[in-house]
Structures are given as C-alpha cells and as structure tokens.
Nanobody
C-alpha cells in the first residue's frame, strides 16, 4: 500500500490542524493505521493508531484528549485532528500502516510509511 500524508503547516499555539493520509494499492480497510512523529534530533515516536477490525483507537499520553484519529474506509483515508497544539508538537508527522487488526505503538510493527508532513507550532 502507498501512503500520502498532507495537511501540515505552521500554526500558533492553541490552534488546530487536520492531517490526512490517503492510501492506495491494497485493500485499505484491512490495515491498522497509525500516526507517528519525529522532531529534530529525536527518535520517531508513536502518536495514535486505529484498528481496521473494530475501529478501536489508542493514543500516546502526550496527545490524549487533544488529538483524534479517525478513518474513512470509503475514501481510503485516515485523519489526525490536532487541537490545542503546543510548541512541543512540532515535528514531521508520518502515517503508517500494518496488515491486521492489532494496535501497536512501535515503529517496527508497521510495514508501510508515508513521506511525512511538517507541523510547526509557534509559541
């Protein structure tokens, strides 16, 4: 499956952005989807994931209550709604996919990756 992330940009602290990740190729609805992020000089970290099987979601503690992951299988797209953004949310955001319904937070569990979209939050 090929993934194309979009929607990043520059926003002030407290603002909102919605990221999108369009998938093409194999059957999108059979893939668990996730968002990761990587700030300069830091390791890639898990942000959120959504299962294909029951739509269950899982969030990193740092974004819980502020970010919402969702998916539209008819449009082969997964979204990340980001509210109450903080400067520490600044990073390149990547969408990722793995076959199967289980949710994992480790990058190595995901088989397919998008190219990333930059999110910058100014203070």
């Amino acid at each position: 499956v090929q993934l194309q992330a979009s929607g990043g940009g520059l926003v002030q602290a407290g603002g909102s952005l919605r990221l999108s990740c369009a998938a093409s190729g194999r059957t999108f609805s059979y893939y668990t989807m996730a968002w990761f992020r990587q700030a300069p000089g830091k390791e890639r970290e898990f942000v959120a994931s959504i299962s294909y099987s029951d739509g269950s979601t899982y969030y990193a503690d740092s974004v819980k209550g502020r970010f919402t992951i969702s998916r539209d299988n008819a449009k082969n797209t997964v979204y990340l709604q980001m509210n109450s953004l903080k400067p520490e949310d600044t990073a390149v955001y990547y969408c990722a996919a793995r076959a199967g319904g289980s949710i994992y937070s480790a990058p190595y569990e995901y088989h397919f990756w998008g190219q990333g979209t930059q999110v910058t939050v100014s203070s």
